[in-house]
């Protein structure tokens, strides 16, 4: 059966975006707070960076999940959306 993607919600898709770029901070904070903790003196990257960039990632994934979803929803109305095979 196939299925056609027709249109994505602007703010849902942004929203799944923000949770999915939060997870990866998680991963990507631990690494910088590993290298600020370990780093020599004068050569850390700083504090402040290392819980920046993760929230930094997070409203980034938003707004470009949004943007994203936009940007598909016009282009889909040219060529006609993904379209994807399912199977029972």
Do not use: C, H
Request: charged letters at 15%; a neutral charge.
């Amino acid at each position: 059966m196939e299925l056609r993607i027709k249109r994505i919600a602007p703010v849902q898709l942004g929203k799944v975006l923000a949770v999915v770029y939060a997870l990866f901070s998680i991963i990507f904070f631990l690494f910088m707070l590993i290298a600020t903790i370990a780093a020599p003196e004068g050569k850390e990257p700083g504090l402040l960076f290392t819980f920046i960039m993760p929230l930094l990632y997070i409203v980034l994934g938003f707004i470009g999940g949004i943007i994203g979803a936009i940007i598909y929803n016009f282009s889909a109305k040219w060529v006609g959306g993904i379209i994807i095979d399912l199977e029972e």
